[in-house]
């Protein structure tokens, strides 16, 4: 699941002005969830290209690592790194497996968990970021929504369909989600109930898990009209989860 990033290449360079995706929406929830990253370590895991580990530096965060399995999407973040220099340093790893970077007061994920292909491959990934998060310290990870359901309007205008999706999907169930940049490409990742993210981060070591739904910004509400948000705020697509050890 986790290799369909190297063939995606140049496709997912848009994907970052996609509604689903706008900073008024999947932003202003992240950084929410988040709180305050000011004089803080930062990890990021599954950066991609780095769009949000650029962002953790911007906003004051002391050393930024990005780590994601994908060789090209890491490529892509260096490339900026290299035209632009934050001192951002990336590694290419699987979360799962990841070499010991050393202890972070925040550890992020957007859109790790759900490429996850096993219940043990979940837990291994929740251990290695455990163990990455300083005692005190934080996660925080944004990922699809475990309570998704297969009714309800189109999603297109957001700039994402997921296809086919089942009534009542079981752990492990692969979901295929299509999002409509110029050059529409379709993702496929894996269906994780609640209960079993929660377990496997509390195996791991999480006290606190704190869910929180998508909320667009009164900015973002300012600019679309609270309408154009209200079927997507009724049935996200995606969930931020914050965990305190
Ligand atoms: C949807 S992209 C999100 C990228 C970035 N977090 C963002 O929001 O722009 C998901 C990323 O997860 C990475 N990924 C998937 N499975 C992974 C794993 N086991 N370990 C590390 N990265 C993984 C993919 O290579 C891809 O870059």
Redesign the pocket.
């Known amino acids: 699941?986790?290799a369909q990033?190297d063939q995606l290449g140049d496709k997912?360079a848009d994907w970052?002005v996609l509604p689903v995706?706008s900073e008024h929406l999947e932003g202003h929830t992240l950084f929410k969830a988040l709180g305050s990253v000011e004089g803080q370590s930062v990890l990021?895991?599954?950066?991609?290209?780095g769009?949000?580990t650029r962002q953790f530096k911007a906003r004051g965060a002391t050393r930024v690592v990005g780590?994601?399995?994908?060789e090209e999407?890491i490529r892509g973040a260096r490339r900026q790194e290299d035209a632009h220099p934050l001192g951002l340093t990336y590694h290419v790893?699987?979360?799962?497996e990841?070499p010991a970077l050393g202890a972070f007061d925040v550890v992020t994920?957007?859109?790790?968990l759900h490429?996850?292909t096993s219940p043990e491959?979940l837990l291994r990934?929740c251990q290695n970021i455990h163990d990455h998060v300083k005692p005190g310290g934080r996660f925080v990870t944004?990922a699809f929504n475990p309570d998704f359901r297969a009714k309800g309007p189109a999603f297109t205008r957001y700039g994402i369909t997921l296809r086919d999706y089942p009534e009542a999907p079981v752990d492990g169930q692969t979901i295929s989600a299509t999002l409509h940049t110029k050059s529409p490409f379709t993702?496929h990742f894996a269906h994780w109930s609640r209960s079993t993210y929660e377990r496997a981060l509390r195996a791991a070591g999480f006290q606190t898990l704190t869910w929180l739904l998508p909320e667009c910004s009164p900015e973002g509400l300012r600019k679309e009209g609270p309408a154009f948000w209200r079927d997507y705020l009724d049935n996200p697509h995606a969930v931020a989860l914050r965990c305190e050890r």
């Open positions: 699941m986790a990033y997912v970052d995706r990021d895991l599954a950066c991609g290209d769009l949000y780590v994601d399995i994908s999407m790893a699987d979360v799962a990841m994920a957007v859109y790790l490429y996850a491959h990934m944004y993702i």
